[in-house]
């Protein structure tokens, strides 16, 4: 009896020394991952940690933390909605979870990522939660940095092209449905070359944020602004009748030029030139709205500068814009089907006849083969906006042609809205 009770003890201390190893193991890993691993009962709604404190410092009284209650009080409301969505699940089988939640701190809040295993009783209620909680703050932000750049213009901060077309597209869907009407006027900064000759570049930019802000601050808060080329922006103006828009283009021409813009190059008297439609009247989709608006800017242009004008249908304007919207309906087909390609043109040497270098020109290969000259759809691409596209597009293969053979030397054309824009070659 005495040898049996000896033998036990030594087995004992190993079961207990081995469970020791373990407990410390997962100490460490969740220490060194920087995680605090938890154990929820729902029955007292009390909770065990383990693991890091990183997430527990975050509370200003972190042994509170072992109360449901207080853990609850702690996240935000989205996070709690999630966490209740776990918990109120019914299911018989155990099921994983992972959520994000913002946490107070004493510097104002953290990002925390909880996830885990939902334990389910017998009749489908939960009994526990059991899972980690880590900081991810630097993630979430990044994840909203890549959300801003890919929805707004970088310069300005107002919506990009994108994204102000989907509003767009939206904003004509509701006043169809709600018979309504709103509009969309494009405002161009006037002689925005000339402004880049005369004081730079860097001038330039700082006068296409000033413009931004002052068509920005003459919307109402429900007006929706992008920037949709180097000199442009598009303005959505909703619940707005015809008669209204002209009121509104006056009032965002005049905030432009109500006073000069200090630059680093000097002072510059900026002014605007707006065509506008009238929706849903006069376009049924946003690339139909874009277009007119377009057309009404040309028109509002050839009086000068500081002008308007309005989009009115016309059956030799409508048989243009059937053709224009043809010709970017086959641009934005060869760009995803890499069918616009170069004819490389050799310029020679008035002294030697040799070729010193290659001018691309770009073509535009059709479905059924046929080749079609730069000339025949850059002037359309350049109206609808899609010529930063095509430009973007040619400079990619350029770059891919020197890669390939880089001895020899290539000259590229990229259009005057390209060019005019100081922002476009930091891309590359």
């Given at each position: 009896?005495l040898n049996?009770?000896?033998?036990?003890?030594?087995?004992?201390?190993?079961?207990?020394l081995?469970?020791?190893h373990?407990t410390?193991?997962?100490?460490?890993?969740?220490?060194?991952?920087?995680?605090?691993?938890?154990?929820?009962?729902l029955?007292?709604?009390?909770?065990?940690?383990?693991?890091?404190?990183?997430?527990?410092?975050?509370?200003?009284?972190?042994?509170k933390?072992?109360?449901?209650?207080?853990?609850?009080?702690?996240?935000?409301?989205?996070?709690?909605?999630?966490?209740?969505?776990?918990?109120?699940?019914?299911?018989?089988?155990?099921?994983t979870?992972?959520?994000?939640?913002?946490?107070?701190?004493?510097l104002?809040?953290?990002?925390?990522?909880?996830r885990?295993?939902?334990?389910?009783?017998?009749?489908?209620?939960?009994?526990?939660l059991?899972?980690?909680?880590r900081?991810?703050s630097e993630?979430?932000?990044?994840?909203?940095?890549?959300?801003?750049?890919?929805?707004?213009?970088?310069?300005t901060?107002?919506?990009?092209?994108?994204?102000?077309?989907?509003?767009?597209s939206?904003?004509i869907e509701?006043?169809?449905?709600?018979?309504r009407?709103?509009?969309?006027?494009?405002?161009?900064i006037?002689?925005?070359?000339?402004?880049?000759?005369?004081y730079?570049?860097?001038?330039?930019d700082?006068?296409?944020?000033?413009?931004?802000?002052r068509?920005?601050?003459s919307?109402?808060?429900?007006?929706?602004?992008?920037r949709?080329?180097?000199?442009?922006?598009?303005?959505l103006?909703?619940?707005?009748?015809?008669?209204?828009?002209?009121?509104?283009?006056?009032?965002?021409?005049?905030a432009?030029?109500?006073?000069?813009?200090?630059?680093?190059?000097?002072?510059?008297?900026?002014?605007?030139?707006?065509g506008?439609v009238c929706l849903?009247?006069?376009?049924?989709?946003?690339?139909?709205?874009?277009?007119?608006?377009?057309?009404?800017?040309?028109?509002?242009?050839?009086?000068?500068?500081?002008?308007f004008?309005?989009?009115a249908?016309?059956?030799q304007?409508?048989t243009?814009?059937?053709?224009?919207?043809?010709?970017?309906?086959?641009?934005v087909?060869?760009?995803?089907?890499?069918?616009?390609?170069?004819?490389?043109?050799?310029?020679v040497?008035?002294?030697?006849?040799?070729?010193?270098?290659?001018?691309?020109?770009?073509?535009?290969?059709?479905?059924?083969?046929?080749?079609?000259?730069?000339?025949q759809?850059i002037?359309a691409a350049?109206?609808?906006g899609?010529?930063?596209?095509?430009d973007?597009?040619?400079?990619e293969?350029?770059?891919e042609?020197l890669?390939e053979?880089?001895?020899?030397?290539?000259?590229?054309?990229?259009?005057?809205?390209?060019?005019?824009?100081?922002?476009?070659?930091?891309s590359?």
């Amino acid at each position: 009896m005495l040898n049996q009770t000896l033998s036990r003890q030594p087995a004992e201390s190993l079961r207990k020394l081995a469970a020791a190893h373990r407990t410390e193991r997962l100490h460490l890993a969740l220490s060194g991952a920087r995680e605090s691993a938890f154990d929820w009962t729902l029955a007292d709604d009390r909770i065990a940690w383990e693991g890091a404190q990183d997430v527990l410092a975050l509370h200003n009284d972190p042994d509170k933390l072992a109360l449901g209650d207080f853990f609850r009080a702690w996240m935000s409301e989205a996070g709690r909605e999630h966490l209740r969505q776990v918990t109120e699940d019914t299911s018989t089988t155990d099921c994983t979870f992972s959520f994000e939640f913002e946490a107070a701190s004493a510097l104002g809040s953290e990002w925390v990522e909880m996830r885990g295993v939902r334990v389910a009783g017998a009749n489908g209620m939960t009994e526990r939660l059991v899972g980690v909680l880590r900081i991810v703050s630097e993630r979430v932000r990044d994840a909203q940095r890549l959300h801003y750049l890919a929805t707004r213009d970088e310069l300005t901060g107002h919506l990009n092209r994108t994204s102000l077309r989907a509003e767009l597209s939206e904003a004509i869907e509701a006043a169809r449905a709600e018979n309504r009407s709103c509009a969309f006027l494009v405002a161009a900064i006037d002689r925005l070359a000339v402004i880049n000759e005369a004081y730079g570049f860097g001038a330039a930019d700082e006068v296409i944020v000033a413009v931004g802000e002052r068509l920005a601050g003459s919307l109402r808060g429900t007006d929706v602004i992008g920037r949709t080329a180097g000199n442009k922006f598009g303005v959505l103006v909703g619940n707005c009748s015809e008669r209204e828009i002209s009121l509104v283009a006056e009032r965002l021409r005049a905030a432009v030029r109500s006073a000069v813009i200090s630059t680093r190059g000097g002072t510059v008297a900026a002014t605007i030139s707006v065509g506008a439609v009238c929706l849903p009247a006069n376009a049924s989709s946003s690339q139909e709205a874009m277009l007119r608006a377009e057309e009404a800017l040309d028109h509002a242009r050839g009086r000068g500068r500081d002008g308007f004008a309005i989009y009115a249908k016309s059956a030799q304007r409508e048989t243009a814009r059937l053709r224009l919207m043809s010709i970017a309906d086959e641009v934005v087909a060869a760009l995803h089907e890499k069918r616009l390609v170069f004819a490389y043109q050799p310029i020679v040497s008035a002294k030697t006849r040799l070729p010193i270098h290659h001018e691309c020109l770009l073509r535009m290969l059709r479905a059924d083969g046929t080749v079609v000259s730069a000339g025949q759809f850059i002037p359309a691409a350049e109206q609808l906006g899609l010529v930063r596209l095509v430009d973007r597009h040619a400079l990619e293969m350029t770059i891919e042609k020197l890669h390939e053979n880089p001895e020899v030397h290539l000259a590229v054309n990229v259009s005057g809205t390209t060019a005019g824009d100081p922002s476009w070659l930091q891309s590359f």
